[in-house]
């Protein structure tokens, strides 16, 4: 099993731009997450979808998109690129609800300039 | 609203030596709690986790933490640490009335020195 993987690793973006960050699992979860990194600080939850075809807001939201069309896939979306953007992004995945162990990707490293 | 922190932002300790990393937290709820670890550059790693079994929660690489509800408490141990413990260590708390939301507190950098 690969568990979760992230592409890219890295990506430097021009403000304005937009871009996707693929996330896939092959672990038939059917929780999978996305949270934001930055210095300094805890994650915190982007999106999130509890199966195909449905997903909620998060704490930060706003200037991303998300969509699950398969269990395996949970592309993040950045529409118009700015600097506050700029973060190490994780993709994580769970069988079911809260106590359950969410695994992790190894992140995307984005730079908005 | 659930909430943790961890009190210790960088705690250096000597090879050998124990480790104690420090985390409080507040919920409304039976809280569900864990402990993740990032090492540089890379994602986050499960240590150990509480689910409202026994209190003292055995992880991997020899962690342990023990719930405390009366001190609302969640503190991280080892016995003696190991060069391979120098990483990240964050202390989350479940949202358990939120599809598995987890609460993460801003992580403690664990340091240790040979």
């Known amino acids: 099993n690969a568990g979760v993987t992230q592409t890219p690793k890295f990506r430097i973006l021009k403000i304005g731009q937009s871009m996707t960050l693929q996330c896939a699992q092959d672990m038939n979860h059917n929780y999978m997450y996305w949270y934001r990194q930055d210095p300094g600080m805890g994650l915190k939850l982007i999106y999130y979808?509890?199966?195909?075809?449905?997903?909620d807001k998060g704490e930060v939201p706003n200037g991303y998109n998300v969509s699950r069309s398969t269990t395996e896939d949970f592309p993040l979306r950045l529409e118009l690129a700015a600097p506050s953007q700029t973060s190490v992004y994780f993709c994580?995945?769970?069988?079911?609800?809260?106590?359950?162990?969410?695994?992790f990707g190894p992140g995307t490293r984005l730079t908005v300039l | 609203a659930q909430s943790v922190t961890q009190l210790d932002s960088h705690v250096s300790v000597s090879e050998g030596t124990p480790v104690l990393l420090r985390c409080n937290y507040s919920s409304s709820y039976s809280p569900s709690l864990f402990w993740y670890v990032q090492h540089p550059n890379k994602g986050l790693q499960l240590l150990l986790k509480?689910?409202?079994?026994?209190?003292l929660v055995k992880g991997i690489n020899g962690f342990e933490a023990e719930f405390k509800k009366s001190e609302t408490s969640f503190h991280l141990t080892k016995p003696s640490a190991h060069m391979s413990d120098a990483a990240e260590y964050f202390c989350?708390?479940?949202?358990?009335?939120?599809?598995?939301?987890?609460?993460f507190g801003k992580g403690t950098k664990l340091s240790v020195k040979p």
């Open positions: 994580a995945s769970s069988y079911g609800l809260a106590e359950d162990t969410q695994y």
């Open positions: 979808s509890v199966g195909a075809g449905i997903t």
């Open positions: 989350v708390v479940s949202d358990r009335g939120s599809q598995g939301n987890l609460i």
């Open positions: 509480y689910t409202s079994a026994a209190t």
